[in-house]
């Protein structure tokens, strides 16, 4: 998606004013987040798909990254990944957006997160301290870094969850936020899991589809999934998730037409039941069907089911 349309959130702090031409380039990405939650792997994606990737860049050398590149045909698509082992990390991130603005350009900030048990896992399983560990524990440094990047976080474009996702299911997800549209101001993303493999960090709606009854304890239902006639019809047709879908419906359509008034580029709805295979797949789908006139107002959806097959 590329931000011809969409508002910068970034204003200069020093009151230097914005230029009022159109961004030099369309397609920047700044990529970052907590350590162990999959900022290289992310990289390796944007550049598989052809983009200039430069890891561990120090924020300051952003623009100049920028400037460098500007003119060449090739780099058109530009992503550098930033961490906090540079000094002064927030600070100069935040110099550098600021700078990027007055310049022009419009970058994304992509934020990957990870639950602490899940990065706990990944580096016990790579024999790796953590950057800001010190001579404490390794949870120690990502309870350290997760207070230094709450600000980033919160202000970042896209936050992205990847504590149950494999290396396929995060190729995915990052090619559906960056494909390239330039008619798209909003990408929903409608989001099936199961609440036994916890909530997803990067949800900005949660629905709860546990009240329902459940198709796993309906012997000739179990092996379906919400993929399948047989648990659709189950599921969709008690009056109470007919109810409750058709309020859901409603609500999102007043969210999302207060998203693009505000300029919101990315939101992701969690659809959730106990394991993720029916109630929730079935749900998720048939909203993401009652959306889809929305593609006409600029907005493009896209269905997800993180926990499907995990049972």
């Excluded at 110099?95 to 580096?123: K, M, Q, Y």
């Excluded at 379906?224 to 189950?234: I, L």
Aim: charged share 30%; proline share 5%; hydrophobic share 40%.
């Amino acid at each position: 998606m590329t931000l011809e349309d969409a508002p910068t959130d970034h204003q200069p702090a020093d009151g230097t004013t914005l230029t009022t031409d159109p961004p030099r380039r369309s397609d920047v990405v700044i990529l970052t987040g907590m350590s162990g939650a999959g900022r290289t792997t992310a990289g390796d994606v944007l550049e598989d798909r052809g983009w200039f990737v430069v890891d561990n860049l120090p924020p300051s050398m952003i623009v100049e990254l920028m400037d460098v590149t500007a003119d060449d045909p090739q780099r058109q698509k530009v992503a550098a990944i930033v961490d906090v082992r540079s000094r002064d990390f927030t600070n100069e991130l935040s110099h550098a957006l600021d700078a990027l603005g007055a310049r022009g350009w419009r970058p994304r900030v992509l934020f990957v997160d990870a639950s602490d048990e899940s990065l706990v896992r990944r580096f016990d399983a790579v024999r790796r301290p953590h950057p800001l560990q010190g001579e404490g524990l390794l949870l120690d440094g990502i309870r350290r870094e997760r207070r230094m990047l709450a600000g980033l976080r919160s202000n970042a474009d896209l936050v992205v969850d990847t504590s149950n996702y494999n290396v396929h299911q995060l190729t995915a997800r990052v090619d559906s936020i960056l494909t390239s549209d330039t008619a798209v101001r909003l990408r929903l993303a409608v989001m099936s899991f199961g609440f036994k493999y916890g909530i997803p960090l990067d949800a900005d709606v949660v629905l709860d589809l546990r009240f329902l009854p459940n198709p796993y304890w309906i012997p000739e239902l179990r092996s379906y999934t919400g993929k399948d006639a047989e648990v659709r019809d189950f599921v969709l047709g008690q009056d109470l998730a007919k109810k409750f879908i058709g309020h859901a419906e409603q609500l999102l359509r007043t969210a999302v037409e207060g998203y693009l008034l505000e300029g919101r580029r990315y939101v992701t709805v969690a659809v959730g039941c106990t394991g993720g295979k029916h109630r929730s797949v079935a749900t998720a789908e048939e909203l993401a069907l009652r959306l889809a006139d929305l593609e006409d107002r600029g907005a493009t959806l896209t269905t997800f089911h993180r926990d499907l097959g995990r049972e």
